[in-house]
């Protein structure tokens, strides 16, 4: 199977895509900071799921959902930092926070699936 056929991975995706547009409007001072911080935790996650998938074993497949599974954490505190900093507003944050959740629960089941 592709890792392109996961939903979590496809969901976690677009969250990646949502967050890179948004951080579009953040102000230019935080282009290498707050705004550089969500893009790279928003785009690990989908990479770490798909780097492994592409192991060969299902123990390093679990060892990088992990991984995606804490850069997911991290995108949740630069979030809520961009809201409160009103850097995203509330209907944005929202939907991206559900769409988080929603990859959140999404990888917590595939690793249940996998142990």
């Known amino acids: 199977m592709s ?22 409007r953040f102000p230019r ?5 707050l705004s550089l911080q969500l893009r790279k935790a928003s785009a690990s996650v ?17 060892h990088f959902l992990s991984i995606a599974r804490g850069s997911l954490s991290e995108e949740e505190t630069f979030m809520l930092l ?4 009103g850097y995203i507003n509330n ?15 999404l990888l917590r089941g595939l690793t249940k699936s996998l142990t």
């Open 3 to 24: 890792f392109k056929e996961l939903v979590v991975w496809q969901k976690a995706y677009q969250l990646s895509l949502q967050i890179y547009k948004i951080t579009k």
């Open 29 to 33: 001072s935080e282009n290498f900071a």
């Open 46 to 62: 989908p990479a770490n799921i798909a780097e492994g998938c592409e192991r060969l074993h299902k123990k390093e497949f679990l």
């Open 82 to 85: 961009a809201k409160d900093l």
């Open 91 to 105: 209907k944005d944050y929202e939907s991206l926070n559900n769409l988080r959740g929603e990859v959140g629960k």
